[in-house]
């Protein structure tokens, strides 16, 4: 089934179908096999487009997304992190499958922030061991879907919440450590340098493609569901 997620008061999605175009480009994406990518990748910088479909290709990809996430021992996955353009990401506080409920939010919005304030240490799957205290509201308010077109509203609290805020600044294209403290910035300067050194390395090795070559590929991905 492929339905569109731009509907008009209706509370249901819209089965659009799949033209023979759209089908030949998502098999080009799905050519490419999906990995967790390392800061400071372009992609994590890329500001996400709302995905407007869901299709067959893009739920593979998620169960894709939740395999690479579970096997790094994480609990939230953004499509960025994975070198997709898509307004999309993936939790399971469990970190296991099957261990609790695996949630998919898609072009979620976010709203009414509420106190306390809270700092707890964060990490990030494209940032490897690195760790460091972040400030965000202990609660929020979310609009999304799920991966069946239904819609998520509702208030999230504790763990959840802050895990929905760190995934959907990566929609954005913001990193935990952009929201640093000044002094928690400076320690851990050094291990953002080396992550800059390794990627320069890679770059250089011909493993990462340019700039340019990046952006490109995202924008033809755009083109099929955003």
Request: hydrophobic share 35%; aromatic share 6%; charged share 30%.
């Given at each position: 089934?492929?339905?569109d997620l731009l509907?008009s008061?209706?509370?249901?999605?819209?089965?659009?179908?799949?033209?023979s175009?759209?089908?030949?480009q998502t098999r080009?994406?799905r050519?490419?096999l999906l990995?967790i990518?390392e800061?400071?990748h372009?992609a994590?910088?890329h500001?996400?487009?709302?995905l407007?479909?869901?299709?067959a290709?893009?739920?593979?990809?998620?169960s894709?997304m939740?395999?690479?996430m579970?096997?790094?021992?994480?609990?939230?996955l953004a499509?960025?992190?994975?070198d997709l353009?898509?307004?999309?990401f993936v939790?399971n506080?469990?970190?296991d499958?099957?261990e609790?409920d695996?949630?998919?939010?898609i072009?979620?919005?976010?709203?009414?922030p509420?106190?306390?304030?809270?700092e707890e240490?964060e990490?990030?799957?494209?940032?490897?061991g690195?760790y460091?205290?972040?400030r965000?509201?202990?609660?929020?308010?979310?609009?999304?879907f799920?991966?069946?077109g239904?819609e998520i509203c509702?208030?999230?609290q504790?763990?959840?919440a802050r895990v929905i805020?760190?995934?959907t600044?990566?929609?954005?294209?913001?990193m935990?450590?952009d929201?640093l403290s000044d002094?928690?910035e400076?320690?851990?300067r050094?291990?953002?340098?080396?992550?800059?050194r390794?990627?320069e390395?890679?770059?250089e090795?011909?493993e990462?493609?340019?700039?340019?070559a990046?952006t490109?590929?995202?924008k033809?991905?755009?083109t099929v569901?955003?």
């Amino acid at each position: 089934m492929c339905f569109d997620l731009l509907r008009s008061g209706t509370g249901h999605p819209i089965d659009r179908g799949t033209s023979s175009r759209q089908a030949k480009q998502t098999r080009i994406i799905r050519e490419n096999l999906l990995d967790i990518i390392e800061y400071p990748h372009p992609a994590l910088r890329h500001k996400s487009k709302a995905l407007r479909r869901v299709d067959a290709d893009l739920r593979a990809t998620v169960s894709e997304m939740f395999s690479l996430m579970y096997a790094a021992k994480g609990i939230g996955l953004a499509a960025n992190q994975v070198d997709l353009p898509y307004r999309m990401f993936v939790i399971n506080l469990g970190s296991d499958r099957g261990e609790d409920d695996e949630l998919v939010f898609i072009n979620p919005i976010l709203s009414r922030p509420k106190a306390p304030v809270e700092e707890e240490d964060e990490g990030c799957l494209s940032l490897p061991g690195l760790y460091a205290p972040v400030r965000r509201p202990s609660s929020i308010h979310v609009d999304a879907f799920n991966l069946e077109g239904e819609e998520i509203c509702g208030e999230f609290q504790g763990l959840l919440a802050r895990v929905i805020q760190h995934e959907t600044d990566h929609l954005d294209g913001v990193m935990f450590i952009d929201r640093l403290s000044d002094t928690a910035e400076m320690g851990v300067r050094d291990e953002i340098a080396e992550f800059h050194r390794r990627f320069e390395q890679k770059r250089e090795a011909g493993e990462i493609p340019s700039d340019a070559a990046i952006t490109q590929r995202l924008k033809q991905i755009e083109t099929v569901y955003c």
